[in-house]
């Protein structure tokens, strides 16, 4: 009995840690839905118009619904992921998943203001995990 109720425990405190899309959503648009980057990005995650048409058949102005663009956000973040992995047999640490969502050219030599950020939303998932 005791093992179910410490699996159970286990359960629920991984569903309120904050995971990595929880993190981008912060750290791209402070959770804005309606948010809208300089190069026409979308979504709390600041997914580009072109790639978001690549990835879905839903119209761009589904993006400002928190649970479409998760799933959007989640199949980029995948196909890249997956791909860093066959390159480098391994998967991406936080901060390598942050430079493949934001500047994916970057992965190997990102530049200052990325390497920040990305280190920023390394610090964010940890803290979140770190509290579990």
């Known amino acids: 009995m ?4 410490l699996a159970g425990l286990v359960i629920v405190q991984s569903v309120f840690a904050m995971d990595r899309f929880a993190a981008l959503s912060m750290i791209e648009s402070g959770d804005d839905d309606l948010a809208c980057g300089q190069s026409g990005e ?6 580009r118009r ?3 048409g690549q990835l879905t058949n839903a119209p761009v102005s589904l993006a400002s619904d928190p649970k479409v663009a998760e799933v959007v956000a989640r199949k980029l973040a995948a196909a890249r992921c997956e ?4 390159e480098h ?6 901060q390598e998943f ?3 969502w934001n500047a994916p050219a970057q992965i190997g030599h990102p530049g200052r203001s990325v390497q920040e950020r990305a ?3 390394a610090n964010l998932v940890a803290q979140k995990e770190s509290s579990k």
């Open 42 to 47: 979308v979504s709390r995650f600041q997914i």
């Open 50 to 52: 072109e790639v978001w």
């Open 2 to 5: 005791k093992l179910i109720v």
């Open 89 to 94: 047999g391994r998967p991406a640490t936080d």
């Open 98 to 100: 942050y430079i493949l």
């Open 119 to 121: 280190d920023r939303f």
């Open 83 to 86: 791909e860093f992995a066959r």
